[in-house]
Every structure is written in structure tokens, then in C-alpha cells.
């Protein structure tokens, strides 16, 4: 019997999870409500009154199948290796039922801890429910394919970056480079090409030695393609952007990339370069062990022919991708590169990935359309295998070519805890993964992040198990136990974190350098507000000894500079419109008990709004502050992240932290301060805002502020500083 997955808690709150539905819509409940005594009668009051009141605007019923967070991250799951089944089947679309979860919480015991998900429990309908994703297939043997396109002669390029990687690196320098790996020396530099900051590391400390960085390319013509991806490459994309220009040249010489700057306008070109890689990868990888096999079965036994041309497995990409939809945007990528005869299991996949149904109007933001429009399901994954004119979907893990999954599908497609213990754990097809990318990762922060770092902690381990593998043709640094230093990991992000940088610095030790590529400066979201709105906007510095203290810094700083302010107008309407924007669901529970608890604020009406509330609970928490009910009202950034909330009534915007997102900056601060301009709620130029940082603030401050300013506001002995 499968054991049952525990999950790790999240970045910022709660832990989240889904079942493995399809198509089916999300709820955003799950927690409970809090409960204390003066919240408890407020609720009371707000539930009476809710039958009478209309909520300010019909878009919760727009948005009831969006992304949410209040589903337990605990889901009963099978390890992948029990899908390795004795008989290869035909796989066809199977039934797509829906599983039912029970979802049960509890009140957190401590401001300081999230609330954990307890287990989520599947019903049976009378018969077993299966996952869409299941795949009953065996475990293939060796290939011994020998044929070969005829146009497609796989000749070896000296110049060829897969050769000088991964084949016949110049053995000197590649153990310097592992040496300087092992007792952490590194070596940086930074540069700019075509707008777009570069700073590289290269294991080294003697820069003067290092090899340059490869130099920027106008096209696909300049690019080391097999044969049969040329013509479709150039037909594609003749001619590459600026931005292009400068990531083609790092992505395809394998280094590691962290790149700060996807957006909804460059996610196609970002996402057609990491598939022409990948499906390129592949290709060399593929035909090598074609054409060796072909030497050998020419030469017979007593061949001299030992290659060294494989890993333990045969998986060699994997795509780690926040949605169903994100995953479909891929295969399609991927199948106009290849353009292949045939695409087994098509109907299945497009059963099990693709909804249709338009789901949001255009005046949704552009980057929240993008990542929830279509299936939004973030537990999934799935095998692709290519053959010579044929893409088959849904193969079994140990018989695929590229892995696509978000990181709780293939967490649970690894096994849980309890199957750790009873070692029924199986992540053996993560053994020889070669490449990586991690699409959207700004949205995969919003998931579960521990999951992702779960997954990182066992790529290229040795595996456990044979696999029929034939040890005489796997490369030595495989055997080696070397593996993780020739892996490429490119990272594609909105915008650069601390958890991203601690990533890509973290598991980024690949032989040939990992690189951060970021604007080379930030105008700041501030600049791009006077056409919005025009209002005082009050950045307050606190100080913090160090990360860890920061917290409880930042609480302090709150509770005895910025609530003050608010008890003083607790009993006059100039306290009615104030918005609390609160990032983390840690400090949003801090504050919430601080607010109910303490007595000091004991004459302010508040209301809360996190990623927990259901529709109906944030529907009336929204009417109650506009009509003034609440006069002040807690608002999470998750909340915002998987809603979009218009809020009305605003006149006052207090950032206990500011948002990763700079997006958010301006949603929040332009978008409901001028709602209220147009609802006259507030006289124009009257609204005001109030944010608090620190020191280790600086990413976020620098996209809010500017490149310009953030430097004079982190060091200068002054911690107040006004923008009007």
C-alpha cells in the first residue's frame, strides 16, 4: 500500500498541494478561519450582515477556478517505480476521474509557525480511481537501434560545445576546474552585452586564466545544430533579438544560467531557445549511441570499439514547469522544432492537458493570464520519448528522453516519506539528467519551493538499482560519482531572490561556470506610477543585525512606529481605507494575533484577506472595507499572486514589506489608490503610502526604487526618505 506524502512547508506560508486532477477547478479554501474572541464576534456580525450587503464586484465568481493555496500539501501517492510494471500496454486516453480531497486543518500553534495541512484522503467511487498521468509500461532494455538518417551522419565538431563538455573536454583543465570546485574557489567578473548585466563565476580563484565568455551571435546559423533541426531553426527564427543574442551563445556552451528578466513579451523566444537546446541535446546524445551501436554490430566480438557515450539512464532533460498549460506550451514549442510524422498518445495528452475554455477577461493583468489561463493544475508529470519520426507522450520514465513535470508532481512521482522508510523510493531517472530548466520560476516560489530543492538534492546520484545498463559504454565521470559538474541548470525568472540565488550558487557547480543574467539597471516600478497616480510615497529604513533577527526587527519596528499612528485614528474616519500589505504568511499571522490580541488596538476594526479565504470570506472582508466597516484590512501577497484582487476603498497603503514582484508595487499602490480616485473615495493627490525595509531588502528595493536610488537608501544614515 502507498504511503502517504508529507510535505514540506512553503516559502513565505503554508504548505500547498494538489491531488491529480485534470481539468478540475481549484478552491481557495482549507484553513480555517481565526479564531479569537473579538475576530469570532466580528465574524458574527459580518455574517448577518452579508446576506445585505452586495460585494463590491462580480469578479470572484470570474476567478472561482484560479490558482489557489489552501489545499494541503499531504496527498496519498504512488513512488513512480511501482508504474514499472511487467507488460508494455498501448497506451490510450485513460478516464480522467476526479479525485475528491478531504481537506482538514489546524489553528497554528504559535504566531511564528504557518498552519500545516493535515493529510488529504482520496474517496473511492466503488472502483480504483486512477491518475491521468499513470503510465503501465515496462522498463525497456538497452536500445540496439542502428539506423541512421541518411542526412543526419553524426561527425564529430572539436568546435562543437557538446563535444568540449560533455565527450573530450581538455582533461587539464577540467580538473583544475573540479579541484577548484571541491575547495570552493571561484573566480568573478561582470560585463554588459546588448543592455543586460552579466556576472559570472568560474570554479578558479586566477581570472587572469579563465576562458572568455562566448561572444554574442546574430542567428541560428552560428548555432552547432544536428542536421535535421537546421532548416526548421532558420525558418523559425531567421534573425535573433538583443536579448537573444546574448543568451544563445551561454545556454548552448552548457553553462548554468539564472536569468532576471522573463517577461510575458520574451516568454516565447526564452521558451522556443530552451526547447531547441533541449530537443538538440537529445539528438546528439540519441544518434552518438545509434551510431556506436552500429560500429559495434559491424565490427562483431572482437572489436577493439569500447565507447564511452551514455549515463546510468536514459532521461537526459528535465523541465521543471508550474502548470498543465505551462507543459503544453512546451510540446507545442518542441513539436515545431522537430516537426515530427507522428505523435503517439496525442489525444491523450490533449485530454489530460488542454482546456479551452477562456477563463479570464483581457483586462486581467497580462502575466497572471499567462500562468493561469488554460489548466492550471500544478500536479503532473510526464515522459517524452523520440524515436526517428515519432514523439511519443506519456512513456515511462526510465524509457523517456525528456522529463516534464511541476515539482510536487514529481516529488510524489519520487515517493513519500514513509516510502523512504520502507526504501520503496525511487528517483534512479534522475540519475543522468544532463540539463535542466526551470521555467517560471518566479511562480514556482508561489508552490511549494522546498520541493524544488528536494528534487535538486537527487539529480545525478548514483542510482540503486542496474536498470540494464551496460557499464562499459557509461562515461567515466559518470562513474565517477562526477556527474553533478557537467549538468547545465537554466533558470528562467521574472525577477532575481534570495532563494533563486541560493539555487543557482547552491546546485549551479557545473565545470564550465554558471552565469546571472539581470537588466543592466532598474528604472524602478516608482517611475512608471506619476502616470497613475500622484501620492506621497514614504520609505522608512529599520535596522536588522542580521537574517535571521530581521523578523523580529521588522515586527518591532511595526508595533512601535507604525501602529501608533493607526490607534491614535482608531475612532475618526481618517483611519477608514488603510491597506496592510503583509508578503509573508508568517508575518500576516503575527500581525493578525497582534491586532486581535492586543489591547492597544483594541478600537480598530480590521479585516484579513489571505491566501486561505474562500470566496465568499474575502467577498465580504472587501465589501466590509469599502463601506467602512473595517477600517483597516490585511492583505497577503499570495493572496494577490493567485487572485488579482481589485480593491476598492483604498486611501492608505502600508507595505510591512515590500512584494518580489514589482508588479504587485504597482498594482497595489497606482491601481487601488487611483480606483479611489475614480470612485471618489479620495481626493486626488491625498493618498499616501508608508513602506518599511531593511539591508537585506535590497533585491526587491531595487526594482521598487531604482538602481539609482537603492544604494543611497541602504547606506546613507538617514532612514526616511520621501518620493512624491
Not at 478561519?33 to 466580528?42: E, G, Q, V
Not at 582533461?171 to 552579466?198: F, H, P, T, Y
Not at 466590509?624 to 477600517?631: E, S, V
Request: aromatic share 10%; with cysteine.
Amino acid at each position: 500500500m502507498p504511503g502517504k506524502f508529507k510535505g514540506a512547508g512553503r516559502r513565505g506560508g503554508p504548505p500547498k498541494g494538489k491531488g491529480g486532477k485534470g481539468k478540475g477547478k481549484r478552491s481557495f479554501g482549507g484553513a480555517p478561519k481565526f479564531d479569537s474572541a473579538r475576530y469570532a464576534d466580528i465574524d458574527e456580525v459580518e455574517n448577518e450582515a452579508s446576506e445585505e450587503e452586495q460585494p463590491p464586484s462580480d469578479e470572484e465568481s470570474e476567478i472561482d477556478g484560479s490558482a489557489s493555496e489552501g489545499e494541503p500539501d499531504q496527498a496519498t501517492s504512488r513512488p513512480y517505480f511501482a508504474l514499472m510494471q511487467s507488460l508494455s500496454k498501448e497506451s490510450s486516453a485513460p478516464h480522467a476521474k476526479r479525485r475528491k480531497l478531504e481537506h482538514k486543518s489546524e489553528e497554528p500553534k504559535s504566531s511564528t509557525k504557518p498552519e500545516q495541512a493535515q493529510a488529504a484522503t482520496i474517496e473511492e467511487d466503488g472502483e480504483e480511481e486512477r491518475d491521468i498521468d499513470q503510465v503501465e509500461e515496462a522498463e525497456e532494455e538497452p536500445e540496439d537501434e542502428i539506423v541512421l538518417d541518411d542526412d543526419d551522419e553524426d561527425i564529430p565538431d572539436s568546435s562543437d560545445p557538446f563535444e568540449t563538455h560533455f565527450v573530450s573536454p581538455d582533461q587539464d583543465i577540467l580538473q583544475k576546474r573540479l579541484m577548484a570546485i571541491q575547495a570552493n574557489e571561484v573566480s568573478q567578473s561582470n560585463s554588459v552585452q546588448n543592455g543586460w548585466r552579466l556576472i559570472r563565476n568560474l570554479p578558479g580563484k586566477d581570472s587572469s586564466q579563465s576562458t572568455p565568455l562566448p561572444p554574442s551571435i546574430s542567428g541560428p546559423s552560428s548555432l552547432k545544430l544536428k542536421n535535421r533541426l537546421v532548416e526548421t531553426a532558420s525558418r523559425k527564427r531567421p534573425t535573433f533579438d538583443k536579448l537573444e543574442q546574448v543568451l544563445y551563445p551561454l545556454t548552448f556552451a552548457y553553462n548554468d544560467i539564472l536569468f532576471c528578466g522573463r517577461t510575458t513579451r520574451n516568454a516565447e523566444n526564452l521558451r522556443r531557445m530552451a526547447c531547441l537546446h533541449s530537443v538538440n541535446h537529445v539528438f546528439k546524445t540519441r544518434d552518438r549511441v545509434i551510431k556506436n551501436n552500429a560500429k559495434l554490430a559491424k565490427d562483431g566480438e572482437n572489436s577493439d570499439f569500447e565507447p564511452r557515450d551514455q549515463g546510468f539512464t536514459r532521461p537526459k532533460v528535465l523541465m521543471l514547469l508550474p502548470t498543465r498549460n505551462s507543459a503544453v506550451k512546451m510540446v507545442n514549442t518542441i513539436c515545431s522544432i522537430c516537426e515530427p510524422d507522428q505523435q503517439e498518445n496525442r489525444k491523450r495528452f490533449d485530454e489530460s492537458y488542454l482546456d479551452k475554455e477562456a477563463k479570464f477577461s483581457s483586462d486581467r493583468p497580462e502575466d497572471f493570464r499567462e500562468l493561469f489561463e488554460g489548466n492550471d493544475d500544478d500536479m503532473f508529470r510526464i515522459g517524452i520519448k523520440f524515436t526517428r519520426k515519432t514523439i511519443k507522450y506519456f512513456a515511462q520514465f526510465y524509457n523517456s528522453d525528456i522529463l516534464m513535470a511541476s515539482p510536487l508532481g514529481l516529488r510524489m512521482a519520487i515517493g513519500s516519506e514513509e516510502d523512504k522508510k520502507q526504501k520503496k523510493m525511487d528517483f534512479d531517472f534522475l540519475s543522468s539528467i544532463e540539463v535542466v530548466i526551470v521555467d517560471q520560476a518566479d511562480a514556482l516560489l508561489m508552490q511549494n519551493w522546498e520541493h524544488v530543492e528536494y528534487i535538486f538534492e537527487h539529480l545525478n546520484l548514483q542510482p540503486r538499482e542496474a536498470h540494464d545498463c551496460d557499464f562499459s559504454r557509461v562515461r567515466e565521470w559518470y562513474l565517477d560519482k562526477q556527474a553533478q559538474h557537467f549538468r547545465q541548470t537554466i533558470v528562467l525568472s521574472a525577477f532575481n531572490t534570495p532563494e533563486l540565488a541560493e539555487l543557482h550558487r547552491r546546485f549551479g557547480t557545473n565545470w564550465a561556470g554558471r552565469v546571472r543574467v539581470q537588466p543592466e539597471a532598474y528604472a524602478g516600478a516608482i517611475e512608471e506610477l506619476g502616470s497613475i497616480i500622484k501620492a506621497k510615497q514614504t520609505f522608512s529604513r529599520f535596522e536588522a543585525f542580521s537574517v535571521a533577527a530581521e523578523p523580529d526587527a521588522r515586527f518591532e519596528y511595526f508595533t512601535s512606529a507604525v501602529v501608533p499612528t493607526l490607534t491614535k485614528r482608531a475612532n475618526t474616519k481618517d483611519l477608514a481605507g488603510t491597506l496592510i500589505f503583509v508578503p509573508s504568511y508568517l508575518d500576516f499571522v503575527r500581525v493578525r494575533n497582534y491586532f486581535a490580541t492586543n489591547p492597544a488596538c483594541s478600537g480598530l476594526a480590521f479585516g484579513a484577506i489571505s491566501e486561505y479565504a474562500d470566496v465568499p470570506e474575502a467577498s465580504r472582508a472587501r465589501s466590509h472595507f469599502l463601506n467602512g466597516r473595517h477600517q483597516v484590512l490585511l492583505y497577503t501577497e499570495r493572496a494577490h499572486h493567485f487572485r488579482r484582487y481589485v480593491i476598492r476603498g483604498v486611501r492608505r497603503v502600508i507595505m510591512y514589506g515590500l512584494p518580489d514582484n514589482p508588479i504587485f508595487y504597482k498594482e497595489i499602490v497606482g491601481g487601488y489608490l487611483s480606483k479611489s480616485e475614480q470612485d471618489l473615495k479620495l481626493e486626488l493627490g491625498k493618498g499616501t503610502v508608508r513602506v518599511m525595509f531593511s539591508k537585506y531588502d535590497l533585491l526587491k528595493l531595487e526594482r521598487i526604487v531604482g538602481s539609482k536610488r537603492v544604494g543611497r537608501m541602504i547606506k546613507e544614515k538617514g532612514d526616511t526618505f520621501d518620493f512624491i
